[in-house]
Every structure is written in C-alpha cells, then in structure tokens.
C-alpha cells in the first residue's frame, strides 16, 4: 500500500529557532498534501493544504509566516516552523492523498513530535 | 456544534469483549466515512471506510453508517489487547478535507 515517510520523528529546538519538517510519498505521487497538528488528548486539526507547485492553503487561524509549506515536487512537502515557541510544541503529522484508491486514499506520516524549550 | 463529535473515553474493557465506538456529525451532505487507528506517538491508518448509510465488515471490525440520525458506529468483536490505541471517526468535507472527531481512547485488559 501506500506509504509516506516523514521526518524526523521528533525535535528539540530553542526559542527563536526555525525547524522543518519533511513529508514524502514513497511509492506514489502526491499533487496535495496536508499538514495537521495534535495536542495531546486531542484531535488532528488540519493546519493546512499543500499544492505541489503553488501556494499552500491555510486554515482559519493558522498563520501562514509561521508556518512555511513548501511543496516542490510530487514526492515533497516541508513544514517549517519558523521563530518557534514553547506553544508551538506539539505532535505535527502529515498525510498524502493517493488519487489511485480514491476518496479514502489518505496516508499518514508517523508524525513528528516538537518540543521547543 | 463541532462538525464531528466523539466521546474522547478513556474505554477500557475486558480482553474478548465486544466493543463499540461512536460518532455523531453535523452536516447531512457528508457521504464519506471513516475511521482511523492510532498507537501512541504514530500517525493514524485507516481502518475502515464507508460510504452512505449501511454496513461494512472486515474481520472482526465492522463500521455502520446511519444517515438518518448521523450517527457512525465501530465495532470490535473478540478485542484483543492489540486492539488498544485511539480510534479516530472522520468525514470526507467537500472534495478532500478530512475532519476528524476528538477520538476515543480505548484499552483492552488481558
């Protein structure tokens, strides 16, 4: 089946420092992406929508200059946290749409757990 | 009103016991479902998937949609403690947002 790698699994950073996160799609190709984020206890909120080749989507209240998405490729989607804050650590968990199993065919990375201190 | 409501739990049962989880949701228009697994510290995988109101079975899982009441169901038979992880209920919103419920997190005694 379909299989997306992200890396790393987790990360200890310092306040003010940027990190980024990385999301592939191993065995197929990816033209969307999504980026979600999950406090403990809690459930997966999508952060935002990743388009390879143009710009990401956000969701309301997610801010954009904070939370970098890059997708270049139809293998690739980065997340950089940029200045990051002790409130900014969190488990963040990527997913990739396979559009060959159709409208369930979304895939998730093994997450990345931050911790910024 | 969230879009999608799950009693976050915890649910612990014993080992063989049937088990059931539950979600209700807002919107009459979602026609996809689904639910998701997930161990500590791992991303969710898909379970199970339905589309519209019925049943579906996969082993000793089996996941029931009904539209009338919005109500979506899982269902664990002979639960093993393999089985304990959170379950995480989600409908497809539009043409690819996935909106998950807050999960449920369930143990199984041996």
Redesign the interface.
């Known amino acids: 089946g379909a299989v ?1 790698s ?1 890396h790393p699994s987790w990360v200890i950073c310092k306040s003010g420092t940027s990190v980024k996160i990385e999301c592939r799609s191993l065995d197929f190709q990816a033209t ?1 992406m ?1 980026w979600y984020r999950q406090f403990p ?4 909120m ?1 952060m935002a ?1 990743s388009n390879e080749g143009s710009k990401a989507t956000y969701e309301q209240g997610v801010e954009k200059d904070k939370f970098l998405i890059n997708h270049a490729s139809l293998t690739l989607s980065t997340l950089t946290v940029t200045s990051a804050h002790p409130e900014d650590s969190s ?1 963040y ?1 990527c ?1 990739a ?1 396979d559009l060959r199993t159709g ?2 065919g ?6 990345t ?1 931050l911790t910024v201190v | 009103q969230k879009e999608v409501e799950q009693d976050p739990g915890p649910l612990s049962v014993p080992e063989g016991a049937i088990v059931s989880l539950n979600c209700t949701y807002s919107n009459s228009a979602f026609q996809y479902f689904m639910w998701y697994r997930q161990y500590s510290r791992k991303g969710p995988e898909l379970l199970m998937y339905t589309y519209s109101s019925g049943n579906k079975e996969d082993g000793r899982f089996t996941a029931q949609v009904d539209k009338s009441s919005k109500y979506i169901s899982l269902f664990i038979r002979d639960s093993q403690p393999s089985d304990s992880a959170t379950y995480l209920c989600a409908v497809l919103q539009g043409a690819q947002k996935l909106v998950f419920g807050q999960g449920t997190r369930l143990t199984i005694n041996p």
């Open positions: 997306v992200q969307t999504f206890k809690q459930s997966l999508l929508t488990f968990i997913s749409r409208n369930y979304y895939t998730f990375g093994s997450g757990r």
